[in-house]
């Protein structure tokens, strides 16, 4: 079954860092895209970052641009996203997910799989 599992979530202050992990059996892991999401309460889920099966290309929201870094080590099958300068608006439910492919220009590609439980990221003083 191709589901993710997401972690490192948690309370944080405005302005502090969180740095989510997602894992993936291997044989997901190994040549795959990998993007992240988040449900912010009130609005639309959204994609906010990928990773390329490579780690050569990665793409990010303009929400989260500046603030967020993908990065993935292979050996333990771990995608990471480090998010810094954190704000309220920050807050919602995290999940990563499989893509068909991610872009510099185009941004994530379709995700597939099962969603993974996810991981809330709270950003409150």
């Known amino acids: 079954q191709l589901q993710l599992v997401e972690s490192g979530g948690g309370l944080v202050q405005p302005g502090g860092s969180l740095t989510l992990s997602c894992a993936a059996p291997?044989?997901?892991?190994?040549?795959?895209?990998v993007g992240w999401f988040r449900q912010v309460p009130g609005k639309e889920q959204e994609g906010i970052s990928c990773?390329?099966?490579?780690?050569?290309?990665?793409s990010y929201a303009d929400s989260v641009k500046g603030r967020f870094t993908i990065s993935r080590d292979a050996a333990k099958r771990t995608v990471y996203l480090q998010m810094n300068h954190l704000t309220p608006e920050d807050t919602g439910v995290y999940y990563c997910?499989?893509?068909?492919?991610?872009?510099?220009?185009?941004?994530?590609?379709?995700?597939?799989?099962?969603w993974g439980r996810g991981t809330q990221v709270t950003v409150s003083s």
């Open positions: 291997r044989f997901a892991f190994d040549n795959s895209n």
């Open positions: 997910s499989l893509l068909s492919g991610c872009s510099a220009r185009r941004g994530l590609g379709a995700r597939f799989g099962s």
């Open positions: 990773m390329s099966s490579t780690g050569g290309t990665t």
